[in-house]
């Protein structure tokens, strides 16, 4: 079982709809969680940080942790064409060790 | 502005011809690390650093060295490059191993 798990996608979404992006992880000491973006031939940046259960949002982002089913997920509102680019899942585990997922690839139609 | 830089952005050279890539941070950060990223794989973490002079393995550091002379300086080191060493690599820092990191953009490397 990998560490932190991702479905590889491409996950297509029509432009205004919601994109939805899960990660689930094995490590259940983990602590912080991470998602980042990457656009094609960029370097990861990060759009949201999560490390209590329930949600946090910022702005059309909102991040949803659950540590009882391990998992983290990402909604994206109002998709949009410049949203298209793969999501990364980041989670900080034991000895602060920060392992990535291999990342979804979100495609807004328009 | 707030920055991590590398250098060079691209690379071609061949097999067993030593190679440096060079990375700087201008944040004061205590953490750096050096990841490949390949398709299918994702991002895995080859050597990291907590703080000057003191440097770890991460997932896959085979072939490579690195050092940390300096707070902001931590270079990749391939002393004799591989086919198999053909990567997208990304040198990355942070305030401590388990925060946000912030990812320089990136050197692609092509081993012949």
């Known amino acids: 079982q990998k560490e932190v798990e991702q479905n590889s996608g491409p996950l297509s979404v029509p432009e205004g709809a919601i994109a939805s992006l899960n990660c689930t992880y094995s490590?259940?000491?983990?602590?912080?969680f991470f998602w980042y973006r990457q656009y094609s031939g960029k370097s990861p940046e990060l759009i949201m940080f999560i490390y209590s259960n329930g949600d946090k949002e910022d702005g059309r982002f909102t991040a949803q942790l659950n540590k009882a089913s391990q998992y983290v997920s990402l909604l994206i509102r109002d998709s949009q064409p410049s949203d298209s680019a793969t999501y990364l899942c980041a989670v900080t585990g034991g000895y602060q060790k920060v392992t990535f997922g291999i990342g979804t690839k979100l495609q807004v139609i328009p | 502005e707030a920055q991590v830089t590398q250098n060079p952005r691209y690379l071609i050279t061949v097999t067993g011809k030593k190679l440096t890539v060079t990375c700087s941070q201008n944040?004061?950060?205590?953490?750096m690390s050096w990841y490949r990223q390949d398709p299918g794989l994702g991002l895995r973490q080859i050597y990291y650093s907590m703080n000057v002079e003191v440097t770890d393995k991460g997932d896959v550091p085979e072939g490579y060295k690195v050092s940390r002379k300096e707070k902001r300086n931590f270079p990749l080191i391939l002393e004799s490059p591989s086919p198999n060493q053909t990567s997208l690599y990304f040198c990355?820092?942070?305030?401590?191993?388990?925060?946000?990191?912030?990812f320089g953009p990136g050197t692609r490397l092509t081993v012949l």
């Open positions: 990355a820092s942070g305030f401590s191993r388990g925060d946000e990191q912030f």
């Open positions: 944040m004061n950060h205590e953490y």
């Open positions: 490590d259940r000491g983990s602590q912080s």
